[in-house]
């Protein structure tokens, strides 16, 4: 495993994120646009896809299939963001700026996962 560390910097922050969604789940729930049925579940698979794929950017043999699944798990949970940027209830009363820079970030985690695709 000569990976290099920001790949291990990536792994362990999905790894984190992912355990969050067990930890606090009703931050999450929230941000669940209310046209998602079972916010639940959608939590509770987002919070193991994102431990997985954490997991599995470690290792050479999956690593680029890790960084697809990362790529495709932000596109699928980027409607949870433009409705924290829509519903200030969702959006945890934080300025509406922080919510707006949140939205172009996720196409900067989008290209730090795709470098690891090739």
């Known amino acids: 495993m000569n990976l290099p560390w920001h790949l291990y910097l990536m792994a362990i922050l999905y790894i984190l994120a992912g355990f969050n969604h067990f930890r606090n789940p009703g931050m999450y ?4 646009p209310p046209f998602f049925k079972s916010p639940k579940l959608i939590n509770a698979v987002s919070g193991i896809a994102e431990i997985v794929l954490g997991i ?3 290792f050479t043999l999956t690593t680029q299939y890790a960084a ?9 949970i ?5 409705y924290m940027f829509q519903n200030k209830k969702a959006g945890f009363n934080l300025p509406k700026w922080i919510l707006f ?6 196409l900067v985690l989008i290209i730090w996962a795709f470098q690891y695709t090739l």
């Open 56 to 58: 599995l950017l470690m």
């Open 29 to 32: 729930i929230k941000i669940i």
């Open 68 to 76: 697809w699944g990362i790529i495709a798990l932000l596109i699928a």
């Open 78 to 82: 980027f409607p949870a963001n433009l």
């Open 101 to 106: 820079v949140r939205l172009p970030l996720q």
